[in-house]
């Protein structure tokens, strides 16, 4: 039987865009407060696209940080995973999109739709084709245009959401190189599809003007069910992958979670026994920007000086479906 090779991070490229809505912005959209938003889910500022900017157009820009870091063309790319649920159309993926626009030729690739754990399933996909020897080089990229499906009336919602996009390039290690992929947990709940999620827009029910009329293209969420499901399953999940590397949460170097809360982050990291400064949080800068947030937040740590070779990084994610994953390695970018 051959043997897995360890596959690592080798690069990191984030990108958001540059126009901003603030809370003072949305103060006078919504019936809402900036110290009321602030208070609830830690969120500042958001970044939102110009009006026909798509998912694929941050994608392509995170991307062209990594080609540039590594010094390497596009054709090396062998394949390409793509984490989204605002794909630029349903047909063809954003993937195939990406790898034209950047001009990955002989490069395959899909998109994946899972959500605020859509980067850890690409994540995780990117580095079993490059474990088994099947591929040498592939990106992993989480990207989402959130304002695309946001109802800015519905202060429920529009509140929380932003667009931004990053991506990671993978690559086998050397047998010597302790710096690599160690471990992950996924789950999904599809009992808890009702509590978030887009009615319209898929075989169901498609585009009529019923369906627009009744806002059923925005997306439509039971706060209540998804704060409890992710307080309870993020600390969960990564309570379980850390015990089976006999580890604890002082162990860990930086704990990288999805940004969809400040509370429930720190919920999260109380029942780890996660120190604070081994936290990073960048959900007042960028809001929940869905599948982009724990590599802007990995794109933070390393601004801040708190990323660096050889960490041992946690990450973790809950997302509508409910979908649930939480990833351990050793950071191997430089």
């Not at 649920?85 to 002989?106: N, Y």
């Amino acid at each position: 039987m051959k043997s897995l090779i360890g596959a690592k991070i080798t690069a990191l490229g984030t990108y958001v865009p540059p126009k901003l809505l603030t809370n003072a912005d949305l103060e006078k959209m919504v019936d809402t407060t900036s110290q009321w938003i602030t208070e609830r889910t830690g969120i500042k500022q958001r970044h939102i696209v110009e009006k026909g900017v798509a998912t694929s157009d941050l994608a392509v820009e995170a991307c062209k940080q990594i080609l540039e870091k590594r010094g390497i063309a596009p054709t090396e790319i062998e394949a390409i995973v793509v984490g989204t649920v605002t794909p630029d159309m349903l047909f063809p993926s954003t993937a195939c999109l990406i790898q034209d626009r950047l001009g990955c030729k002989g490069a395959w690739g899909f998109d994946v739709s899972a959500a605020c754990s859509a980067f850890l399933y690409a994540l995780q996909t990117a580095a079993q084709f490059v474990r088994t020897g099947a591929h040498k080089k592939v990106l992993a990229i989480g990207a989402d245009v959130m304002s695309s499906i946001i109802n800015y009336e519905d202060r429920a919602t529009c509140i929380i959401f932003g667009d931004g996009a990053g991506a990671v390039l993978i690559e086998a290690a050397d047998p010597e190189d302790p710096n690599i992929m160690l471990d992950f947990i996924h789950e999904v709940d599809g009992s808890g599809g009702c509590s978030l999620y887009m009615p319209a827009g898929g075989s169901k029910r498609p585009a009529s003007h019923e369906t627009v009329d009744k806002k059923m293209h925005y997306v439509h969420q039971d706060g209540q069910a998804v704060f409890k499901y992710a307080v309870k399953k993020m600390a969960e999940a990564s309570e379980t992958l850390l015990k089976r590397n006999g580890l604890t949460g002082k162990d860990i170097d930086l704990f990288v979670p999805h940004q969809a809360n400040r509370r429930i982050i720190m919920s999260a990291a109380e029942r780890l026994g996660m120190p604070e400064e081994r936290i990073i949080i960048n959900i007042g800068e960028y809001g929940n920007t869905t599948a982009g947030t724990i590599p802007l937040a990995l794109g933070s740590a390393r601004e801040q000086g708190r990323l660096k070779k050889g960490d041992l990084v946690l990450m973790a994610s809950v997302g509508a479906g409910f979908t649930v994953g939480a990833t351990l390695l050793k950071w191997g970018a430089d």
